[in-house]
């Protein structure tokens, strides 16, 4: 089976950094995607990797370590807006996305 | 404007009888996917369709069925077998199904069953 691991809630200031880890044991690796999901909606892409490193996207960015199952999202100049749930889904074949819990963040004024 | 709809956005059934939740897309993908979300859980795969006239099941196919006669078009029956419908379902779709295509979701349909 897929194991993917993240942290329930987190809490936040606005303005403020906030680190969401994602730790994941899979039978294969084919990329890793972060979403972002407000409440009773869909989910919205926000960003993909598949080769070690670190990925920046204006105030997002995301980072892969194949070798320790591990990725980060990292959300920078925290806005009330950025209040969402982020799900780490991980690829290990091509057809198939599993998916974590979810990490609740939310943005304190 | 390019999307996925999925209609109604709420439906109520009464335990034992089949419900069919919408799904259409316009962005002329390939693959469709059917997913169901629970409070504090990540969404779990229920059937997925690479092409039209196929589909696979995913993790948690049992009570649910589908069918793709159209590319635009992946309804999917809750069927009475279903012990617990009571659920978020989430329909995506993707230009393709190798590894950096991503998924795009749909609004969603919360299901509740008494």
């Known amino acids: 089976g897929q194991n993917i691991d993240q942290p329930t809630e987190m809490t936040a200031t606005e303005g403020a950094i906030v680190q969401i880890n994602c730790t994941y044991q899979?039978?294969?690796?084919?990329?890793l995607f972060w979403y972002q999901q407000h409440a009773g909606e869909a989910p919205t892409f926000l960003s993909y990797?598949?080769?070690?490193g670190l990925e920046e996207k204006g105030r997002f960015s995301s980072f892969l370590s194949r070798s320790k199952g591990y990725s980060y999202l990292l959300l920078k100049e925290l806005q009330m807006k950025d209040s969402a749930s982020y799900l780490c889904a991980v690829k290990p074949n091509d057809y198939k996305l599993s998916f974590g819990a979810g990490t609740t963040v939310t943005v304190r004024a | 404007d390019g999307g996925i709809t999925q209609s109604p956005k709420y439906l109520f059934r009464k335990e034992g009888q089949n419900v069919t939740l919408s799904c259409e897309q316009n962005l002329n993908h390939d693959a469709m996917y059917w997913y169901r979300q629970d409070p504090g859980q990540g969404l779990r795969l229920i059937y997925y369709s690479q092409i039209v006239n196929d589909f696979q099941k995913g993790d948690i196919a049992e009570g649910y069925s589908v069918s793709r006669e159209k590319k635009e078009s992946f309804p999917l029956t809750v069927t009475s077998a279903q012990k617990n419908p009571t659920a978020f379902y989430l329909c995506?779709?993707?230009?393709?199904?190798?590894?950096?295509?991503?998924?795009?979701f749909g609004p969603g349909t919360r299901l509740t069953v008494t």
């Open positions: 995506a779709s993707s230009d393709g199904t190798s590894s950096s295509y991503e998924q795009y």
């Open positions: 899979t039978s294969g690796f084919n990329g």
């Open positions: 990797n598949v080769l070690d």
